[in-house]
């Protein structure tokens, strides 16, 4: 990658900056000077499918460092540690959940499980992985390159080779010139009144950038941030531009399907009922999944460039529009959308947001993660007041997803995991954290 050199525009000081360049080198000429080159760029970091495929393992349970997506199954939580693999958590007592294991997948950042079997992605590769023995966890297929598309994927003559993420690199170039032959350190260019500066910008174009529980082959339930998500026999999954559909009638035996191109910019899949809701940048979009091995476009409802995930509930779909760097926007807003026709959505009502990540509904209770603003719990029994009946707002706490639960909610952010007692929606209560970085 090229590093880019930023300008500056000197303007009237143009001469006077001239007057002096060349009054140094009259005076210094015969000086021999070190110069020193300061700059910053990225260096990408490699990695073969072999040594990522051999990474995998089970060991004892970590601390959490950085907590990503969420899922529920069974009395269990399953704690993404982006990029590096999953935390097993038993949660059968959630004023007291206990991190039992921790799952080492290379690449991970998604997942959903059905049954016995979890499944997640390592970069290009899906696992699908037995666990129903916490002490005998095992991979019990694992389905090859599927997810091309989410990083640098090549072939390197015998050996395939994925980009696994870029390395910030500062280097510093030290030589010695006569002053009267060499070009002033930090100086590349002279022209129109602008001056080129050995201050260099790089930008880093990787990107790091989941229905109810129960026993048997029942699945569990994912956040909203969710990239994988299952209804019936199939697992759906979205990269940046492609719905994939995976054949899970077999749990342990997934079978890559159809892969249906969307748009650019898709961020995140919720289910309900036989229809797929995706959240893009530019979008929410509505699939028919009745057929469920060929899902088909029903509708786009459009709005502003916003990172953009999305619920639904009954004829009403709930969208989330953030601003920040990554999303590139700068909304802020819950957007209310009447889905009664499904080829027809439209907008109901947008109340303003801090900036608003994850969301969940249970009955007529909505969760909002609000970022570094915290959690916010609404009273969305109508719709078109939402925001007028704030019932709870935890501003000293990040938050990044939801998941709601039967009176109990699953909330991560960059403090860590948190647990809510909200059975009694006027009487709201604390049960739990596990800290990033704890101890265990």
Known sequence: MRPTPTYRNFGSFAGLFM????????????????????????????????????AFDVIAPQAITSSGKIYY????????????GIHIINNEDPS??????????PGNFDMAAKGNILYADSYIDLLAIDISDLDNIEIKKRVENVFPIRYDFFYNGAESVVLTEYKEVRQVDVYEDDLGQMVHPGVFAWGHGFLATAEFSVNSFYDAGAPRSGGGSSSGVGGSMARFTIAGHYL?????YNLSVFDIVNL???VAGNTVEISWDIETIFPYGDKLFIGSRAGMYIFNASNPESP??????????????????????YVTLRSGTECEGFTNQLDVIDVTSLENPTLMKTFAMQNP?????????LFIAEGEYGLKVFDASDPLLIGERLL???????????IPLDGILLMTGDDGLFQYDYSDPENIQFLSKISVNASL
């Open 296 to 317: 088909y476009l029903l509708s786009k409802f459009e709005h502003v460039r916003s990172c953009d995930p999305v619920i639904a509930d009954k004829n009403i779909a």
């Open 392 to 402: 709870e707002h935890y501003d000293n706490i990040h938050a990044y997803d939801v």
């Open 19 to 54: 007057l002096l360049l060349t009054g140094m080198f009259m005076t210094a000429c015969e000086d021999d000077v070190k110069v020193t080159h300061t700059y910053t760029y990225f260096e990408p970091v490699y990695a073969t499918t072999s040594e990522i495929r051999d």
């Open 252 to 254: 342990d035996d997934p």
């Open 236 to 240: 759906y999954t979205v990269d940046s």
């Open 96 to 105: 007291n959940p206990v991190n039992e294991a921790f799952i080492n997948i």
């Open 357 to 365: 990540h994850g969301l969940g509904k249970d009955d007529n209770l």
């Open 73 to 84: 199954l069974n009395g269990y939580i399953f704690l993404n540690e982006p990029g590096k």
